[in-house]
């Protein structure tokens, strides 16, 4: 691939293991209700299932209430509809279930020491930037947790996270605005995401070259949704984008 001068990251679950980190917290979360309340509950399994069903269900784009606010109540709902009766400290469990949740999640949003190494690498060669779908506090949180495991403070050129712009990918305008303040055009732009919905879709949309991360070996049916490269590993990326002459 050559020509490229700008490469553009989604967050999760291609830089950040998120469903990884989302395994472990809500194992987490199931021992702490199966410990303490299983003889309130019709199924923790049942509690689990409503919660994850609710928030994905759930727009958290532009909200005017806080995402820790509005995910607590969403386990305070998940207790209240599969408690064999009326649970009077609904409200305390379902506080403790989202902190229990919130903090596990966030030990898991990490890059490894090998990714790492690989976008410094990158950046010698390209510009490098973010563009993340999700709440603005939410995925600030990442980003932080991503930069505390980088030695540079200015390694990513520009971080568009979809909640704070009001729309999101794969809505061609966030990747027209990274464009803008990578100073790239959409022809030397690449986009590297795992999900062809947003990731590819939307770089496809705006004229972007992409790169499917795709770890798991999913098949793509859509004409729409068509990668440029597909890869299964994030150290594929130096060998399918050439570096600029000048750079090592």
Known sequence: ?????????????????????????????????QANY?????????VIETFQRSLTETSELDST????????????????????????DASSVAQLCHDIWNKTRANGFYLTPQVSALVRRLKLGFKIGI???????????????????????DLFDCVLISGSLG?????????????????????TTVIVGDSL?????????????TIWFNPTGK???SASKQPTVEITTLH?????????PESP
């Open 197 to 209: 919905d947003t990731d590819i879709l939307g770089g496809n949309s705006a004229g972007w070259r």
């Open 236 to 244: 594929d990326l130096p060998l399918v984008i050439k570096f600029p």
């Open 1 to 33: 691939m050559d020509g490229v001068e700008a490469i553009v990251f989604d967050v999760d679950n291609t830089l950040i293991d998120t469903a990884g980190a989302d395994r472990v917290a809500y194992e987490n979360v199931w021992q702490l209700l």
């Open 131 to 153: 563009i993340t779908n999700g709440p603005t506090d939410v995925q600030t949180v990442k980003m932080e947790c991503i930069n505390s495991c980088v030695p540079r403070p």
């Open 167 to 187: 729309y999101h990918k794969p809505d061609p305008r966030i990747f027209q605005d990274a464009c803008s303040m990578l100073a790239s055009t959409p022809e």
């Open 38 to 46: 299983a003889d309130h509950l019709e199924s923790v399994d049942s």
């Open 219 to 221: 098949k793509c049916h």
């Open 65 to 88: 209430v806080s995402t820790d606010v509005v995910r607590t109540n969403l386990w305070r709902e998940a207790l209240t509809r599969n408690s064999i009766e009326e649970m009077p």
